[in-house]
């Protein structure tokens, strides 16, 4: 009987302010869908700049005309410079199953490649000791005999990290302002609900019904707005997120950057947690000094 | 049942309501509160009510020193007074029965208690047929008995009624206290505040007479004034109006 008491009394102050509530849960809803595809998008840039796993930054790649001794001539050389901390040979098949797997999607590029694996070098991968000599170790094996070609990773990491660090930065602002709007959004609707209810609730604390058999139904009706804007926030991110990791990314696999399931069940349930709190924030503030004795 | 020691309750802008106000209700009393507009009768039962705090003295109700009690404790202490006042409180939107089922229902009573408790005190005040109504299909004197029924359903120790027949015609407001003499009777402590000198005067029990907060006479079996006047021949001293 009083748990049905509840419910229905949380249910119908909701229908009640239809407008309001709206408002409410729309402010969940944005902040939480930010919350939401901040998180994807931070995941789909972490697994981008994965791909240059272990944190190799400067690829050489090698002439077709070397030995293998000479190959090894000049990895132990390049071992043997301060600003190296470790290097490792990739040869032609190694190169060539890289490839594969990068364009798996393309079978175009890769039939080409197939016909003809010669066409894709060995290559020496270089990992600095200090993340910033990447730059001194480029300069130092342009010069180096055997090696045509270097490619670092650097400006293309930094750019993403950078591009990513502002956007964190300012998806943080945004939600803020948007968390405190959607707190006291929530909050007002439960003054609403209150004011609309006073005299129900005075006759209840006049013929002694307990503090919080009168407060719950108002928290109950500001966690239902919390939880109902974080569902929604999760059904848009999980419709476009996907779309939005891609243009931020520097991947040329479609597709390749969508988080696995299980990750975003598991950020849907935080989500859903935190929208609730969200409300029972609200309605706390809501409620300040209104529903005591 | 309940105790008034050295009380006073001054408001904020230093407005004194009630002030050195000691009074005793014994079990099963039936108490008037007279006296004008602002003298503190409805403070009086506020504070009995722990709706306010005293800024000086203690209370004592039903055996509870209620000054002190903690918040969560209040609405223990409201279950055992029933309350009654002069614009009824009914909710508009639910019938007779549900009004005073309310009451019930909010404390946690079971819903076998709640159907059986509910017909039987619609009955003592007369409204059985009527439980389907809604309030506004019934006179005041009706709307009363309801607020009546719903105060006394819980069977409280107490019964704290604020100018019940202040919105009533005299006819009606007769039939009112005779169903507060009856509820009496059962042994619940009555306690009316009131401007009405007719009632007083027929129903001659015990008077408190307040002015200017403070208390100027305790008589058992009293009259409104202290020289008895021929009933009718006294003007009222004020408009029947509600009182802030």
Do not use: C
């Not at chain 1, 119908?12 to 729309?26: G, I, P």
């Not at chain 1, 090696?147 to 670092?152: I, L, N, T």
């Not at chain 1, 405190?180 to 005075?202: H, K, P, Q, S, Y």
């Not at chain 2, 309801?146 to 409280?156: K, L, T």
Request: proline share 4%; net charge negative; charged share 25%.
């Amino acid at each position: 009987m009083r748990l049905q008491y509840i419910l229905e009394q949380a249910i119908s102050n909701l229908r009640r302010n239809v407008l309001v509530v709206f408002a409410a849960v729309v402010a969940v809803l944005v902040m939480l869908a930010l919350v939401f595809g901040t998180i994807i998008v931070r995941w789909s840039i972490d697994k981008d700049i994965g791909r240059w796993d272990d944190n190799v930054r400067v690829i050489a790649f090698l002439s077709d005309d070397l030995s293998l001794e000479e190959i090894d001539a000049i990895q132990s050389d390049i071992q043997a410079w301060d600003e190296v901390d470790d290097v490792v040979y990739y040869t032609k098949s190694q190169a060539l199953d890289e490839f594969r797997e990068i364009f798996f999607d393309q079978p175009s590029l890769i039939e080409i490649v197939e016909e003809d694996p010669s066409i894709l070098p060995a290559s020496l991968r270089i990992k600095p000791t200090e993340a910033a000599d990447y730059s001194t170790i480029r300069d130092r094996l342009v010069v180096v005999p055997g090696v045509f070609q270097v490619s670092s990773a650097d400006e293309a990491i930094d750019a993403l990290v950078a591009r990513a660090g502002h956007m964190r930065a300012f998806a943080l602002w945004i939600m803020i302002i948007l968390g405190a709007a959607a707190v006291v959004l929530i909050a007002n609707t439960i003054r609403i609900a209150i004011f609309a209810r006073r005299d129900e609730i005075g006759i209840m604390k006049l013929v002694g019904a307990g503090n919080w058999f009168v407060r719950v139904p108002f928290l109950l009706e500001g966690v239902i707005e919390g939880i109902i804007g974080a569902a929604l926030a999760i059904a848009l991110v999980w419709a476009v997120g996907g779309s939005i990791a891609e243009l931020l990314s520097t991947s040329t696999a479609p597709g390749s950057l969508d988080p696995p399931t299980d990750f975003m069940i598991r950020q849907a349930l935080i989500l859903l947690g935190f929208g609730a709190g969200t409300g029972l924030l609200g309605s706390a503030f809501g409620m300040w000094g209104f529903l005591r004795d | 049942m309940i105790r008034l020691q050295d009380v006073a309750k001054v408001y904020d802008g230093g407005t004194v309501a009630v002030r050195d106000v000691d009074l005793e209700i014994s079990k099963g009393e039936f108490v008037f509160l007279v006296g004008p507009s602002g003298s503190g009768k409805s403070t009086l039962i506020r504070l009995m009510l722990r709706q306010e705090l005293p800024s000086e003295g203690q209370i004592w109700v039903a055996g509870k020193e209620i000054t002190t009690l903690p918040g969560w404790k209040v609405p223990m202490l409201r279950r055992s007074i029933g309350t009654v006042f002069q614009d009824f409180k009914l909710l508009p939107s639910k019938t007779v029965y549900e009004n005073v089922a309310f009451a019930l229902e909010v404390i946690g009573r079971p819903k076998h208690v709640v159907r059986s408790q509910v017909p039987q005190v619609l009955k003592l005040v007369g409204l059985a047929a009527k439980s389907d109504r809604m309030p506004n299909q019934l006179s005041g004197g009706e709307q009363q008995r309801v607020s009546i029924a719903r105060a006394f359903v819980n069977r409280p120790l107490i019964l704290l009624a604020d100018e019940p027949t202040g919105n009533l015609d005299p006819a009606t407001s007769v039939g009112i206290m005779r169903l507060l003499d009856r509820i009496n009777r059962t042994g619940t402590t009555v306690v009316m505040a009131t401007h009405d000198h007719a009632i007083v005067d027929a129903m001659r029990r015990r008077v408190v007479a307040l002015e200017r907060g403070r208390v100027i006479r305790d008589q058992s079996r009293g009259a409104y004034q202290m020289d008895v006047e021929e009933p009718g021949e006294s003007e009222p001293d004020e408009p029947m109006t509600a009182e802030g």
